[in-house]
T-cell receptor
Framework: KQEVTQIPAALSVPEGENLVLNCSFTDSAIYNLQWFRQDPGKGLTSLLLIQSSQREQTSGRLNASLDKSSGRSTLYIAASQPGDSATYLCAVPDPYNTDKLIFGTGTRLQVFP | DAGVTQSPTHLIKTRGQQVTLRCSPISGHKSVSWYQQVLGQGPQFIFQYYEKEERGRGNFPDRFSARQFPNYSSELNVNALLLGDSALYLC?????????????FGDGTRLSIL
């Protein structure tokens, strides 16, 4: 059974810091991995999708890497800003039912001025 | 283009009642999925529909049902509501059911059971 874990559960950093969020999964037979952002009380905003054949994806100040063999992905946020404050979730398709996304419990990020 | 839209945004019900939540996918998207997110947890998969057919069902009781219409919009129905059904219900759409397609989520319906 695929399980997704995110560490740390919460993170508080001063503005301007570069930071790394971690996502681990137990079954390496994944098709892709998606990172989402969720603001309080809101839905999910897709940030990056990494296909299983890719090692990383970049969008602006965000860079996500994928290492299937070790079951890990990292989301790197450069020069953090207060507007980056949100919960960040990673998700992978269930290997036995790829229509179903399995989510981690998220990392709650606070960037203070 | 409009994103995934869900209605209503908030809903308050009492135990035993029934509720219907609605979702309109992004234009051109034929796949719709429903997720339940309890406070402090990641979303849990409930259903997926593609071309009006159910393609996947999560570990939820039969009180939960859904359908997809010819215009690809979808409804989620929950009967005999329990306190534990209080959650944010999220709808996601994607172009097809191919696993390389990203899923795009709406803002959800916040359901509170009294």
């Amino acid at each position: 059974k695929q399980e997704v874990t995110q560490i740390p559960a919460a993170l508080s950093v001063p503005e301007g810091e570069n930071l790394v969020l971690n996502c681990s999964f137990t079954d390496s037979a994944i098709y892709n991995l998606q990172w989402f952002r969720q603001d309080p009380g809101k839905g999910l905003t897709s940030l990056l999708l990494i296909q299983s054949s890719q090692r990383e994806q970049t969008s602006g100040r965000l860079n996500a890497s994928l290492d299937k063999s070790s079951g890990r992905s990292t989301l790197y946020i450069a020069a953090s800003q207060p507007g980056d404050s949100a919960t960040y979730l990673c998700a992978v398709p269930d290997p036995y039912n790829t229509d179903k996304l399995i989510f981690g419990t998220g990392t709650r990020l606070q960037v203070f001025p | 283009d409009a994103g995934v839209t869900q209605s209503p945004t908030h809903l308050i019900k009492t135990r035993g009642q029934q509720v219907t939540l609605r979702c309109s996918p992004i234009s051109g998207h034929k796949s719709v999925s429903w997720y339940q997110q309890v406070l402090g947890q990641g979303p849990q998969f409930i259903f997926q529909y593609y071309e009006k057919e159910e393609r996947g069902r999560g570990n939820f009781p039969d009180r939960f049902s859904a359908r997809q219409f010819p215009n690809y919009s979808s409804e989620l129905n929950v009967n005999a509501l329990l306190l534990g059904d209080s959650a944010l219900y999220l709808c996601a759409s994607s172009l097809t059911v191919q696993s390389n397609q990203p899923q795009h989520f709406g803002d959800g319906t916040r359901l509170s059971i009294l």
